[in-house]
């Protein structure tokens, strides 16, 4: 999967480092999908809507994003979506907000193999399968 912090993460981090603002993590993450590509700015993204379609909220912490020593972070926690009852149309990408509805977009990733969802799948993201790396 190709993946990235957005314009705003990126922001952030640069200003904690330099001086800036504190960073304080959001202590829970929302897990977005989209039919759409995500832009690095977080603008671009489709949401299913209906059919069953939420974001997954996500506590924020060492289970979720075990600590590495390395410049990737992969989920140590299935992140899974709730049963489609209809369809949610051709998953493309995946992205990390700090909301469960707008928001911050905090990454965003594109699938290796795009998903088209229909009633009764569940998409889900096994442990190690979400990676984001920092470029």
Known sequence: MAN?????????????IFGGAT??????????LSTTSVQ????GITEPIGNGYTRVGV????TLFPTTATSAKSNGSTVSFPSASGSWGNIK?????????????????????SKDVTSGDI??????????TLD
């Open 40 to 43: 690095d700015d977080g603008s």
């Open 23 to 32: 960073l304080t993590p959001p202590s829970t993450l929302y897990f977005g």
């Open 59 to 62: 506590a924020n912490n060492i």
């Open 123 to 132: 998409l889900s993201f096994g442990v190690g399968n979400l990676t984001i």
């Open 93 to 113: 990408d995946f992205f990390v907000s700090d909301s469960a509805t707008n928001g911050n977009i905090i990454c965003y990733g594109t699938l290796s193999i």
């Open 4 to 16: 990235s912090l957005t314009n705003y993460s990126e922001n952030l981090i640069l200003n904690s």
